[in-house]
């Protein structure tokens, strides 16, 4: 049974920073794409970052290039995202999602994804 636990989240003022970690279990970790999505009330679920399990390949949504930042710990079977400076525009549910093939040279919709986590929240004030 595959599962994602994200944890991580919480409330920071803009300019501030937190570190989102999904910890994966079940899965064949090291042919995947791993990827962090985001999700407004209102909005579409937002790509933010991916990462190729096998070789370490990044991809950025232009909203986070420079700011956020994805890696893995492949023993640990774990991945990160380090966010900084942070605005309220970034505020959203944050969840970790993966398929079971290898990333592409882009991120790909959400619905490519078939495991996703529970989610956890990110709130920025001014």
């Known amino acids: 049974q595959v599962q994602l636990v994200e944890s991580g989240g919480g409330s920071v003022q803009a300019g501030g920073s937190l570190r989102l970690s999904c910890a994966a279990s079940?899965?064949?970790?090291?042919?995947?794409?791993v990827g962090w999505f985001r999700q407004a009330p209102g909005k579409e679920r937002e790509g933010v970052a991916i990462i190729s399990t096998f070789g370490g390949h990044t991809i950025y949504a232009d909203s986070v290039k420079g700011r956020f930042t994805i890696s893995q710990d492949n023993a640990k079977k774990t991945v990160y995202l380090q966010t900084s400076s942070l605005t309220p525009e970034d505020t959203a549910m944050y969840y970790c999602?993966?398929?079971?093939?290898?990333?592409?040279?882009?991120?790909?919709?959400?619905?490519?994804?078939?495991?996703w986590g529970q989610g956890t929240q990110v709130t920025v004030s001014s």
């Open positions: 079940g899965f064949r970790y090291n042919s995947n794409c």
């Open positions: 999602a993966a398929r079971d093939f290898r990333c592409g040279g882009r991120i790909p919709p959400a619905s490519d994804f078939s495991h």
